[in-house]
């Protein structure tokens, strides 16, 4: 668990997986040959071979009058095309009760975008039936990114997870459909990162004259930040995800806000500074 102070809001990361290898799946440019001379990026990020490491966790946003999860991972007893995220039984809601966020303490729910990582723990399994594991929230989700996975018939495995993590709260009537700007409370509101799906958001957080991001997906792994043009295989629109990472780390490069990749590995956050023609994360 990593815990980072934005002014008067604590943010809180709450894992469920963290392993090293097998992204060749998702960063297919990213092999071992390409990234072993980035070596800023290990121990952290790659091992001394060159596999990286990556992360799936939740963020907890806690305002002192607020509490956002950011995200829910994968979830427990779900069928999923990847073995080693198919009838997961992990003990993430005991790790986030043992962080000091039971789930019915959670009053937002924040789907950066609607991919079976980011989902997984919105509903769980109670007598046969997927119900919303945080009874006593709202979950946010962007109407751009909901109206389109909503009408998707082709990809069977979306289909599943919308069908069992997505639908499930909407039918209880717990979501609200939002903006990509949308404005979730004093100091936290969400950024539009598209590209990586056709209506991502990431999640920025400002108290106190600090400032911070949680990414969503528009950047996956460290190594992007040399490379912005080394895309996602399920990036929606690659053109446009790789202008969306130029463009952020444009921006934020030697600045003092803090970066928190939704699948960088511990220590999760940084800032972007200017390296040669490309970036780096300094933790």
């Known amino acids: 668990m990593n815990k980072w102070q934005v002014g008067d809001i604590t943010i809180t990361r709450i894992v469920e997986i963290e392993v090293a290898g097998g992204t060749k799946f998702l960063l297919p440019d990213a092999t071992p040959e ?10 952290h990020f790659m091992t001394p071979d060159g596999h990286l490491i990556m992360s799936v966790h939740a963020l907890v946003i806690d305002t002192g009058d607020r509490r956002i999860i950011v995200d829910t991972c994968i979830g427990n007893d779900k069928e999923r095309q990847i073995p080693s995220w198919n ?5 993430f809601l005991d790790d986030l009760t043992k962080a000091g966020y039971a ?3 959670i009053d937002t729910v924040m789907c950066t975008h609607l991919h079976v990582d980011h989902v997984g723990w919105n509903t769980m399994m109670v007598g046969g039936d997927w119900v919303p594991t945080f009874p006593n929230a709202r979950y946010l989700m962007a ?3 909901f109206s389109y996975w909503q009408a998707q018939e082709t990809d069977e495995g979306q289909k599943m997870v919308f069908s069992d993590s997505v639908k499930p709260v909407f039918d209880a009537g717990l979501v609200d459909l939002v ?7 004093e100091g936290v509101w969400l950024e539009p990162t598209v590209g990586h799906t056709p209506g991502h958001v990431s999640v920025r957080v400002s108290s106190q004259g600090e400032d911070a991001i949680i990414t969503g997906d528009f950047i996956h792994h460290p ?3 040399v490379r912005p043009d080394w ?8 053109t446009q995800s790789e202008a969306t990472r130029r463009e952020v780390f444009d921006r934020l490069a030697g600045t003092s806000t803090l970066v928190i990749g939704t699948h960088f590995a511990t220590p999760t956050a940084g800032y972007i500074k200017r390296d040669g ?6 933790v």
């Open 143 to 145: 109407e751009k990114e």
């Open 34 to 43: 390409a990234v072993r001379d980035f070596k800023w990026m290990a121990p």
């Open 103 to 105: 789930r019915e303490t």
């Open 231 to 238: 895309c996602a295989t399920v990036d929606f629109d690659q």
């Open 179 to 185: 903006a990509l700007d949308y404005k979730i409370c």
């Open 87 to 91: 009838n997961l039984q992990l003990p």
């Open 277 to 282: 023609d490309g970036y780096r994360l300094d």
């Open 223 to 225: 190594c992007q930040l």
